[in-house]
């Protein structure tokens, strides 16, 4: 059961570093969490001592879905990380838009939430 909460926050911060504040839109934690949820492959990727080099093609198509459905939700993901337990490589994990050849708004627009 530790795992579910752990890869729900992962995958929060993620989406959060990756595309955060996006149009103007807050979406509330618990609208997010269901999409966050769908980024469970990419915790090998951006947890803190990971190995892995290259998202998989699963956490990758995640995010994309993501970024196409409720982009706001990343940075909610980021916001509360760390309320799961979650320890991932913050630098590794704004890489993953990049890694993955998707298009996100930059991290720096999170401080605008």
Known sequence: MAFFPAATSLLLLVLSVSSPY???NIVPADEC???VVTLLPCV???TIGSTVDTPS????SSLKNILDTKPECLCEGLKNSASYGIKLNVTKATTLPV????NAPPASACGAC
């Not at 093609?57 to 990758?60: L, V």
């Open 22 to 24: 996006v149009h103007g």
């Open 99 to 102: 890694a993955c050849k998707v």
């Open 44 to 46: 090998s990727f951006i």
């Open 33 to 35: 969490t269901t999409l």
């Open 57 to 60: 093609s699963s956490c990758c």
